[in-house]
């Protein structure tokens, strides 16, 4: 929908409809403009509903990148990340304060605050996951080398079944090296010969000496 074109629209149709309002009359005329006056108030409404919608996004956003948990874990590439993935454009700036603001007005620009936001949650919950540790830390390592033992097929759709950041998850937690720039198909052949290399050592070290 083109609303600039509505927009110039209405506002010829309210031109005429002002300069021949004394002039108008007939019950077609009066039935279709009562209907025309119910659509504007309802189109009105969600008119409203998704500007505040909007704001509310652009808010959450900013508030976001001023939160404790992006002090701890924003880097500038994770906003050129954000920036290519939501909306196929790249972040210029070089140092974190410019990078925000860009980040910001690239987002803005193309109205993807809701999408920003949950790239941001998920980033950050992940990164949270990565530094904690613990429970967590050992179970991806033991998905890890599970992954080396499974059947190519098995590895396929196991692999398919997680999104990208759970990979980035478990090749980081696992030592694996890669960049914003890895791809998917990039980082599942790292994970799965790297994979490979734990699942052979774990069963070297099970291994019984014979001395």
């Known amino acids: 929908m083109n ?24 019950e077609n005329l009066g039935r279709s403009a009562a209907k025309l006056a119910s659509q504007l108030v309802r189109f009105e409404e969600q008119l409203e509903s998704h500007l505040a919608s909007r704001k509310s996004g652009e808010l959450l956003l900013e508030s976001l990148l001023r939160s404790p948990a992006s002090k701890r874990h ?12 939501i909306c196929a454009k790249r972040l210029k700036s070089e140092n974190l304060p410019a990078a925000k603001r860009e980040f910001i007005e690239l987002i ?7 999408l920003a936001v949950e790239f941001l949650k998920e980033a950050f919950a992940d990164a949270a996951h990565v530094e904690s540790g613990g429970k967590d830390k050992a179970l991806l390592q033991r998905e890890f080398v599970h992954l080396g033992q499974s059947l190519d097929e098995d590895f396929a759709v196991e692999i398919a079944a997680r999104t990208i950041a759970e990979l980035r998850r478990i090749a980081t937690v696992n030592g694996i090296r890669f960049t914003d720039k890895t791809n998917r198909q990039r980082l599942t052949t790292l994970i799965r010969r ?18």
């Open 3 to 26: 609303y600039s074109d509505l927009a110039t629209r209405l506002s010829q149709l309210g031109e005429r409809l002002s300069k021949q309002a004394d002039k108008l009359e007939g």
């Open 74 to 85: 924003l880097t500038i590439g994770l906003l050129k990340r954000g920036v290519r993935e």
């Open 108 to 114: 803005r620009a193309t109205r993807q605050q809701d």
């Open 194 to 211: 790297y994979a490979q290399r734990a699942a052979l050592n774990v069963a070297a070290a099970r291994v019984p000496s014979r001395n």
